[in-house]
Every structure is written in C-alpha cells, then in structure tokens.
C-alpha cells in the first residue's frame, strides 16, 4: 500500500530527551529526601523498563526498598520538573526530524506520535522546539498514559493507527530504541531506527532501516521515493 502516514517515538527519536529526563529524576528524588541518585550507567540500564513510573518500580525492586514511596506522586513532580526545563529551551531537534516532517507534509503524508512517554512531556517538547502545540504538528498523538501496555508491546501504536484509520502497511515508523522496533514490528510496521546516544550499543536486527539520523543523505531509498 502505497505510503500514507510516518509515525514518531518520541524520546530519543524526535530529540535527545534523555539526559533532561535523568536530571528531572535526580532532582525529585533529591526534593523527596531519597537516597538515590542514577548516573548515566544507572540510566541507560533503567531505560530498557519503558515508562517513568515503571522505571522507578522497577529500580524499587532492584534495590530491595522495604517501604516503596508514593511512585505517583513522584513522577508527576519529575515530569513538572522536567517541562520546566524544556520551558527553557535546552533542547533541539535531531538533525534531519524537522526537514523530514516538512518534506513530509509537501508531500501528503500524515504525521503522528506513539510513545511511551506521557502527553504533558509531548506538550513540554512541542513548546520547546517548535513553540507551538503538538496537535499543530501531529494529526495524531498515542501516549503511554493511553495504553494498557507499553513498548515493547503494540497497544502505542495500534493506538496510533486507530486513530489514522490506517493499515500498518500504510504508515512508517520511526524510533531509536529496541524496546520501541519491537513495539512497532510486533504492530505490523515497518521501522527505520536512527540509534541514540543511550542505544547506540541495542540490537536492531528485525530493524527494516538502521541509519545515524534522519538527514536526507541517510533516508531509505523508499522513503525518498515518497517524498519525492
């Protein structure tokens, strides 16, 4: 079927979020008097749970804590944490995201979001990036606060095709995560991965497209093809 939408992750695909993400961590478990702190190992480790408040379980569990703080109550005061740091403009876009989104949009095709991070994270990077809203850029957003299951299960993007009212074999997506390949493989789509600088060392295979960013120089020959 001839190619209709290209569908985003969001966290390390659209913009190197991560370490903004491990600092608004830092700072809230500092805020709560615990005594944790990850540091870039710790993080790159963690990331392989999807989600925030999973994360934080799962780091609750590999510690041992008898008494599990209020998780919750936690990640909503990383996340205001973490779009006030993105309110301040710390962040840009990969290279080639935003040309391919333009070139994209000349040419027709629909865009779109599945990730496991939630709508208000979206909202703080549209803002600063863009400085617009998301839905100003995106015909469709798919949350992870949306789904029943995160990367690597489907329910994201299913949600996302859902919502295009699109086959799988209409849609590209576009991810830099193993989690987020097998998330859109098992949904049926095909998936280009340009690797971030906290999954550069991950296995691709089943990848359709492995490339080091969306510039055009590095875009699949059908995908160029597409836009053209």
């Not at 600063?128 to 995106?138: E, I, Q, T, Y």
Request: charged letters at 25%; one cysteine or more.
């Amino acid at each position: 079927m001839t190619l209709r939408a290209l569908i985003f992750d969001v966290d390390g695909t659209l913009a190197e979020t991560e370490e903004a993400h491990r600092a608004a961590f830092n700072a809230t478990f500092a805020a709560h008097r615990l005594n944790w702190f990850w540091n870039r190992d710790d993080y790159a480790r963690l990331l392989k749970t999807t989600g925030g408040k999973e994360r934080m379980a799962a780091y609750c569990a590999e510690i041992g804590v008898e008494t599990r703080p209020d998780i919750a109550a936690l990640h909503a005061d990383k996340t205001r944490r973490y779009t006030a740091a993105l309110a301040e403009g710390r962040l840009a876009l990969r290279p080639g995201v935003g040309a391919l989104m333009a070139r994209a949009r000349a040419a027709g095709l629909r865009l779109a979001i599945a990730t496991t991070t939630s709508r208000p994270n979206v909202e703080a990077l549209a803002q600063c990036v863009w400085g617009r809203p998301a839905s100003d850029l995106f015909d469709v957003i798919a949350a992870g606060d949306e789904v029943a299951a995160k990367k690597p299960a489907p329910d994201v993007y299913l949600l996302a095709l859902a919502r295009l009212d699109l086959p799988a074999s209409a849609a590209i997506a576009l991810e830099d995560s193993r989690n987020g390949l097998l998330s859109a493989r098992a949904a049926g789509l095909r998936c280009v991965i340009t690797p971030s600088v906290y999954t550069a060392t991950e296995d691709f295979t089943g990848a359709d497209w492995v490339i080091p960013s969306l510039d055009n120089a590095h875009l699949p020959e059908v995908l160029q093809a597409e836009l053209a």
